[in-house]
């Protein structure tokens, strides 16, 4: 199977044209002087005692020495370890007690204890050009180790082979058409699974180019749609907040038009897309955005094609990932990328080969959903997540895409407190859009509840919100939200 590492290689390579272009910098590399510099910087890490199997801590902003990095890590059989550059210090140490890097690279100050390298781009640049052996890769060579988003406890370290991961990419491009022709906006965090996968690593092993911008954020949203024209991209990758803010950011009145002249492929993920908001882009726009759905641990799973779109579902499963609902409607899937299981906390090692041959087939996604005899899947909610209200079942995320269809609600989160008739009961956190009156939303949202949600699932408090506690994609992490006491109608 290793055969995905030399197409990748062997793709960038034969690039005439440029393979990746950094906004920010104007930097422009086709693909002899990708592979230059990757080896150069392979080079390097050899210099840092940095061999096979070897773990490699990444701190460092989305940006050309990020990127190289990860090629220069599978070019070493080295481990990336990506982390967010403004980690906090405790997430900062538990990272490192459990993969046990070797090397911090990173803009500043290394972490105690381990050997440092500041990377950034004039330096990568001007690494001396370095003559490397061939390869000699294995097929249980490791290639990323990332930590889930933590959305409802500690984050897990996800453990990816090489192959699993390049794998999955080469799939996931046959099966929406994204080819060499193609160009991929890059905004999604590239310590982040979607900002390796889905944003690099699918347009470098199709032999596309990839168009690396700025990390999103709101000051970046007012320009996104505007660097997708000016660089003529046909895909980008966003979260459903992402797509929300850059629409409501635009003041063009020519950019549907000129989006249109380029912009084929507007994929959604990380987070459920609602149907309402969907349809909202489509109208202005006149593309139609492509859900997606995947886990950090599973990799990309499904997609809906062009053309073949139906709104509020995440699309139809790939064809080599298998598909079962458990007794309690959890979704459970089989596909030969699965991770090779978490980071034993203990030791910092992999799981063995039995327990990564498990995580192969029917592995609890949490979420539940229904599938269709043409395999387009609909989540639902998710198991930890679903309230028991008065001995009824409410899925919070049903109340969310409910009250998100409100025009001046920019975004819901619908949590369960304890009630002392009803056991517990459901709250909603919402973030207004600008200029909403809080009372007056507050009465509003109360009667759409009235007509659109069943008695159980009408919220009984309405929290407005300056901001909502969020991931880096957007994604909304609920165990930050104060917690309500309904008897006393207080938030801890």
Same mark, same amino acid.
């Given at each position: 199977?290793?055969? +995905? ?404 609600? +920019? ?82």
């Amino acid at each position: 199977m290793s055969e +995905q590492r030399g197409k990748l290689f062997r793709r960038l390579g034969g690039r005439a044209g440029d393979a990746l272009v950094c906004t920010q910098t104007g930097i422009r590399l086709d693909g002899s002087a990708l592979i230059e510099r990757v080896d150069a910087l392979a080079g390097l890490l050899g210099d840092h005692g940095i061999g096979p199997g070897d773990r490699v801590l990444v701190q460092l902003p989305n940006g050309l020495p990020f990127a190289l990095l990860y090629l220069a890590c599978l070019r070493a059989r080295a481990v990336a370890v990506p982390m967010s550059p403004r980690a906090a210090p405790t997430d900062l140490d538990y990272a490192i007690a459990l993969a046990k890097p070797r090397l911090h690279v990173t803009l500043e100050a290394p972490a105690a204890g381990l050997a440092g390298l500041n990377l950034d781009q004039t330096m990568l640049l001007g690494l001396p050009a370095r003559s490397l052996p061939a390869p000699g890769f294995e097929d249980g060579d490791l290639f990323s180790i990332n930590f889930t988003s933590g959305t409802t406890s500690r984050p897990k370290a996800v453990v990816h082979r090489a192959e699993g991961l390049l794998g999955n990419a080469s799939e996931f491009n046959h099966y929406t058409g994204y080819g060499s022709a193609d160009r991929m906006l890059h905004v999604m965090p590239m310590y982040y699974m979607a900002g390796l996968l889905n944003t690099l690593v699918c347009p470098l092993i199709a032999g596309s180019m990839a168009v690396l911008a700025p990390q999103f954020s709101p000051r970046s949203a007012l320009s996104l749609l505007r660097l997708a024209i000016e660089h003529q991209v046909t895909a980008l990758w966003l979260s459903p907040s992402m797509l929300e803010m850059a629409m409501r950011l635009d003041r063009g009145t020519d950019t549907a038009l000129a989006l249109q002249q380029t912009l084929r492929l507007v994929f959604i993920g990380t987070a459920g897309l609602s149907a309402g908001l969907a349809r909202q882009f489509h109208a202005r726009y006149g593309i139609e955005p492509l859900q997606s759905y995947g886990l950090s641990e599973l990799l990309l799973l499904s997609v809906d094609r062009p053309g073949a779109t139906q709104f509020g579902s995440v699309g139809q499963m790939m064809p080599k990932v298998g598909t079962r609902l458990s007794a309690d409607g959890e979704l459970l899937i089989s596909t030969p990328h699965a991770f090779s299981g978490y980071l034993e906390a203990a030791t910092g090692t992999v799981p063995n080969a039995a327990t990564r041959e498990a995580m192969r087939r029917d592995f609890p996604t949490g979420d539940l959903a229904m599938v269709g005899a043409d395999g387009r899947v609909t989540i639902t909610g998710r198991i930890k997540d679903i309230l028991v209200v008065g001995g009824i079942n409410v899925s919070p995320v049903a109340i969310e895409e409910a009250l998100a269809g409100h025009a001046l609600v +920019q975004q819901a989160a619908v949590v369960g407190a304890a009630h002392p008739l009803l056991g517990e009961a459901p709250v909603a956190f919402i973030l207004p859009a600008p200029g909403a009156e809080p009372v007056e939303l507050e009465r509003a949202l109360k009667s759409l509840a009235e007509t659109r949600l069943a008695a159980a699932s009408r919220p009984v408090r309405y929290v407005m919100q300056r901001s909502l506690p969020v991931g880096p994609t957007g994604k909304v992490q609920k165990h930050q939200l104060p917690r309500i006491d309904l008897a006393s109608d207080t938030l801890h």
